[in-house]
């Protein structure tokens, strides 16, 4: 089977350290792999968007020398695929909806597989997913075997929005298989997710990827960057300053003499060996 990786970045603001990471980090493993690298924009939750950012994120990732194969997908133009997986989960009775608030939910409540509050007519339900009491476990590449008991850390977690929007898990499911992914190389802020995630692909008879999760970059005060926060955003008009540092933080080698990006990721790319990548979960951003 071909190996196909991708990066699926959400468009919250410009291109930063954090996300350059998991583009390299993705990319190298595609590369290594003799695989396809493949793009999705996640451009689900318009409310945290910003406008640009999207396009800002694809003109960069040329620049620092990641050329993917084929144009992006878009998630904001898959909400057939979605409807259609959601009719599927509907029609084997594996959601319910739900007008539950957060008030209703708070102290840890469990939802058990129906809602708790009246439904209320002229109001739109949120949608969750049936969850039954079950460990999910599967083995990350770099972290390790992971367990993960699916009730009490996730409950019936929510497919579908009140305001309509699919949810990051279902979505992401959905386009992993569409595009074939075979192993998802991301940051390792998802690998709570993975579980979920796994599980959404039981339920929908889809097929399970292999995950590799990257260390987290840190802030100074051991904050995750994040895009939102417009933390450490990345130079694509001076690319060898970030690159060389996103290569150091995955600790590969950084050639002293690379004039261009390609030829950067060249020289990491030949002395690449995924089981040599950092097993920590997190670490600082230089
Ligand atoms: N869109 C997510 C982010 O930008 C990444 C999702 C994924 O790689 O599964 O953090």
């Not at 993917?68 to 319910?96: H, I």
Request: aromatic share 8%; hydrophobic share 40%.
């Amino acid at each position: 089977m071909t190996y196909r990786g991708r990066f699926a970045p959400s468009p919250t603001g410009h291109l930063h350290f954090g996300s350059l990471v998991a583009a390299v980090g993705s990319w190298l493993c595609a590369r290594h792999a003799g695989g396809q690298w493949l793009l999705r924009v996640e451009d689900i939750d318009p409310p945290r968007e910003m406008p640009g950012s999207a396009e800002s994120i694809l003109a960069a990732l040329p620049a620092f020398g990641l050329m993917a194969d084929g144009p992006a997908l878009f998630q904001s133009n898959r909400q057939a695929a979605y409807d259609a997986a959601f009719e599927q989960l509907k029609a084997t009775d594996q959601v319910f909806p739900c007008w539950c608030s957060r008030n209703d939910l708070a102290g840890g409540l469990h939802l058990d597989g129906r809602c708790l509050a009246a439904p209320s007519p002229g109001r739109e339900p949120a949608w969750r997913l049936r969850v039954p009491d079950i460990d999910v476990s599967f083995d990350d590449a770099l972290q390790g075997p992971q367990a993960q008991n699916l009730r009490s850390t996730a409950g019936d977690f929510v497919i579908r929005r009140v305001e309509g929007y699919y949810a990051y898990q279902l979505a992401c499911v959905v386009d992993d298989a569409s595009q074939g992914i075979t192993e998802v190389v991301r940051g390792n802020d998802l690998l709570d997710s993975t579980p979920r995630q796994i599980f959404l692909q039981r339920c929908l008879n889809l097929p399970t990827p292999s995950y590799l999760h990257l260390p987290l970059a840190l802030d100074g005060s051991g904050r995750k960057l994040s895009k939102s926060e417009q933390a450490h955003p990345v130079d694509p008009t001076d690319p060898l300053p970030a690159l060389g540092r996103a290569l150091a933080f995955l600790e590969l080698p950084v050639s002293s003499t690379a004039r261009e990006p390609g030829d950067l990721l060249d020289h990491a790319l030949e002395r690449f060996d995924p089981t040599r990548l950092p097993h920590c979960s997190e670490r600082m951003a230089a």
